[in-house]
């Protein structure tokens, strides 16, 4: 079954039509990778798959694992085993991320109509999921996000996406913000959740990042559309000549 | 110790309905109605008390008769009809003094039981004392026994009145004089019962000490009153928390609380105070107008305010720390949610007087629906105390566009040395915040609750590990429906 299918997708924020008309189609396994101009609506697209409200869909479908998507709400979605790593983490002050992980992953268990986690599993899986991203171990007493430097909140979100193990994955430019050895260990974290029946969307602006995720599709996301889709050469030659060279105008997003 | 998990599972159970809201159905002796000479005597003779405190009762009426309820409060109510209350109400079971577990009417004992306090359990189990206050009396103190061994004193203020003169005639009153206010001096005027708590010279209280205070009868109010002496090094945490039926009439409590903190001596005193808030439309609810006061007389003597204040349709409360002895340390650390109607007028005073005396303050106003929520607080320097800090901080925290969260705070410094710091934030849970915790799987309760939890740490860490559990469920059920 086809993981996620979205068909002549429009969205709309405040009034503004920022989707018209995109279609996507995601197989289980896949990898796909979404690059395109600032502000051509590749954040909207994600928060679009996730529910977030004030992303107002007025046309088109999103079914996902042969499911309308559109009519579960946001943490419904999660349930379902979706996961958005976000472009800017949120702080959330006094929760630490021990606290916020545990609820989430209790929730999503209650979702799937699973007990909570034992206590002593839960640590034992935080610990040694925040050691293969090698994050301290101080930082999972911290409040969520709160005065972490963004590369720091880039691998938060890679830790939250190891204990959560979603699916699904949408990556909105993980990779920003990170130094060189930063952008290794989370990449290693992407590829470890790779698996015939897990699919990724990474939303990326560089090509680096594919270096070590190698996609099987990359799109071009412009106009509220996808121009282009081909194999990881595009992301190459996207590097080397722009969006000027597809003959798309930056400044027209 | 944070136990979202439970504020969960709590919220689901009783999906925004106060759950305290049943009436025991029990038989009741009470006085007439109203309020005059006849009816403080009536009080006094029920609780056998000495003739001094007969005298001390009448004399505040007197006083009481003179006075003009204030409204300085930002508070907007129907003042209550004084001669429509009954003063004293007391289970016909509980006439004599407050005895063992064995021979308490099992009805009451249920009552507790549906509260969530077992006593039985938290006999064997917890190692909290309790003392039982239903209505107008104290119907049970546990572990008493216990206690005498190590020469602490936990018993019904209407026994000490009887057991304990020289201590009664000593303290009451003596932080919290009886005609200080409007409420407190109606308070000494008609007060029915409360606890009582002495610990000796360098005793360390073994066990935490609570009292758990339940308002049963309609039309009654309720006027208790607590005194706590910490003797020269001595310590002692001690809780209290409280319910009330669900009425669609507004019922007072009025009460006064009286700590004294002799040298090196600490109290903790922590409050989850619950009670009935009124439905959504903002009819019925408790009217809860309190004075608390701590007088650290010792040097270095300390005393820790800690309140999580979620019910009450109003609530007038402003628990102080005079400062004394020198070197002595008053602290306040207070959550107070309001959603609905509900209105909310709390602060502290923190009032130094001797040198190097310290305080901080924190304080956290959550407000939800058309609720308001207003910290007053006092900080004044008198002009012997030398080298004086205090911290300030004040943290609001809206849901909604229709509530509102108001800081008043005041200074008086008169003395050059002292430092004082005030720190205030107004913030809103956010969009961002609330996709942010959906999007990993949480509800939108579960949501508000989790964020609602964090923004209050600082004061829950404070809290007794028991109550913190409690307390937490109670944020989350408090707030349920205030988003979405
Ligand atoms: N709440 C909003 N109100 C008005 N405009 C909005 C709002 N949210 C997004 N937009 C607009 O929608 C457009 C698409 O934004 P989006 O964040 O999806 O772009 P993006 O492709 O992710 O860009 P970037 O590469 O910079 O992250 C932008 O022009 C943005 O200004
Ligand atoms: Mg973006």
């Known amino acids: 079954m086809t993981m996620l299918e979205i068909k002549n997708l429009h969205v709309e924020v405040a009034g503004q039509k920022i989707l018209k008309g995109l279609n996507l189609t995601i197989n289980p396994g896949e990898v796909h990778a979404i690059m395109g101009p600032n502000g051509a609506g590749k954040s909207t697209l994600a928060y679009a798959i996730c529910g977030k409200e004030g992303y107002e869909i007025t046309e088109g479908s999103v079914t996902f694992k042969g499911k309308n998507f559109l009519e579960l709400t946001a943490n419904e979605r999660a349930g379902e085993g979706v996961f958005l790593g976000f472009q800017y983490p949120v702080e959330i002050p006094g929760v630490s991320n021990m606290n916020f992980l545990k609820a989430a992953i209790n929730s999503l268990r209650k979702y799937r109509g699973e007990d909570d986690m034992a206590a002593v599993d839960f640590l034992k899986l935080i610990r040694a999921k925040a050691e293969e991203l090698e994050m301290k171990p101080e930082m999972l007493k911290r409040a969520v996000n709160v005065g972490f430097s963004g590369g720091e909140k880039k691998r938060n979100e890679m830790v939250q996406m190891a204990m959560l193990e979603p699916i699904f994955s949408v990556l909105d430019e993980t990779d920003s913000g990170l130094d060189i050895d930063a952008l290794r260990i989370v990449a290693d974290g992407i590829n470890r959740m790779r698996s015939p029946e897990k699919s990724i969307l990474v939303i990326t602006h560089y090509q680096r990042l594919l270096d070590y995720v190698v996609p099987d599709f990359v799109h071009v996301l412009a106009n509220g559309k996808i121009v282009k889709t081909g194999d990881k050469s595009l992301a190459l030659e996207l590097e080397k000549n722009g969006y000027a060279g597809l003959g798309i105008d930056e400044n027209a997003a | ?484």
């Not at chain 2, 007197?62 to 003009?68: D, G, S």
């Not at chain 2, 203020?157 to 109606?186: C, H, R, W």
């Not at chain 2, 989850?272 to 903002?282: C, E, F, H, L, S």
């Open chain 2, 1 to 484: 110790m944070v136990s979202t998990l439970e504020t969960r599972q709590t919220v689901e159970e009783v999906s925004g309905d106060y759950k305290y809201g049943f009436v025991t159905d029990i038989e009741m002796v009470k006085a007439p109605k109203g309020l005059n000479e006849d009816v403080i005597k009536f009080i006094s003779a029920k609780k056998k008390e000495p003739e001094w405190l007969l005298e001390w009762r009448l004399k505040a009426y007197k006083k009481w008769l003179t006075m003009e309820e204030p409204d300085w409060p930002m508070l907007d109510y129907k003042k209550p009809d004084f001669q429509d209350i009954y003063y004293y109400a007391a289970p016909k079971s509980a006439d004599d003094r407050p005895k063992s577990l064995d021979e308490v009417d099992p009805e009451l004992l249920k009552t507790y039981e549906k509260l969530g306090i077992s006593l039985q359990e938290q006999e064997v189990l917890s190692g909290v004392a309790v003392d039982i206050v239903f209505d107008s009396v104290s119907v049970a103190t546990t572990f008493r026994e216990a206690l005498k061994k190590r020469g602490v004193i936990f018993c019904s203020i209407s026994e000490a009145a009887q057991d304990y003169p020289e201590l009664m005639k000593k303290y009451l009153g003596s932080v919290v004089p009886a005609a200080d206010n409007f409420y407190a001096t109606l308070n000494s005027a008609v007060f029915t019962d409360g606890t009582f708590v002495y610990i000796p010279k360098g005793v360390r209280c073994p066990m935490e000490l609570s009292t758990y205070f339940r308002i049963n009868e309609a039309n009654t109010g309720q006027f208790e009153r607590t005194l706590i002496i910490a003797d020269e090094g001595s310590y002692v945490s001690y809780l209290e928390g409280c319910t009330a039926p669900m009425r669609d009439e507004n019922q007072l409590h009025a009460a006064v609380v009286e700590l004294i903190i002799l040298d090196d001596a600490e109290i903790k005193y922590s409050t989850v105070q619950n009670w009935y808030p009124g439905n959504k439309d903002g009819v019925g609810g408790i009217f809860n107008f309190v004075t608390k006061r701590a007088a650290c007389r010792g040097k270095n003597s300390k005393v820790s305010w800690t309140q999580v204040e979620t019910g009450s349709a109003i609530t007038w409360k402003y628990p102080s720390c005079l400062l004394i002895g020198d070197g002595s340390v008053g602290e306040f650390y207070s959550v107070a949610i309001t959603n609905n109607y509900q209105q909310a007028d709390t602060g502290t005073k923190m009032i130094h007087i001797g040198k190097n005396t310290s305080s901080t303050i924190i304080s956290k106003g959550i407000s939800a629906g058309k609720a308001q929520n207003i910290y007053r607080g006092l900080v004044k320097v008198m002009p012997n105390a030398e080298n004086t800090r205090n911290f300030t901080q004040c943290d609001s925290l809206l849901i909604g566009d229709e509530c509102g969260a108001h800081t008043v705070p005041y200074i008086e410094a008169k003395n050059p040395t002292a430092q004082l710091e005030h720190e205030a934030t107004t913030s809103k849970i956010s969009e961002e915040q609330l996709f942010y915790c959906l999007q990993r799987g949480l509800d939108v309760e579960e949501a508000v609750s989790l964020i609602v939890n964090g923004f209050c740490k600082e004061v829950m860490m404070q809290l007794p590990m028991e109550f913190a559990v409690e307390a937490q469920k109670l944020l989350g059920i408090s707030l349920e429906g205030s988003v979405g």
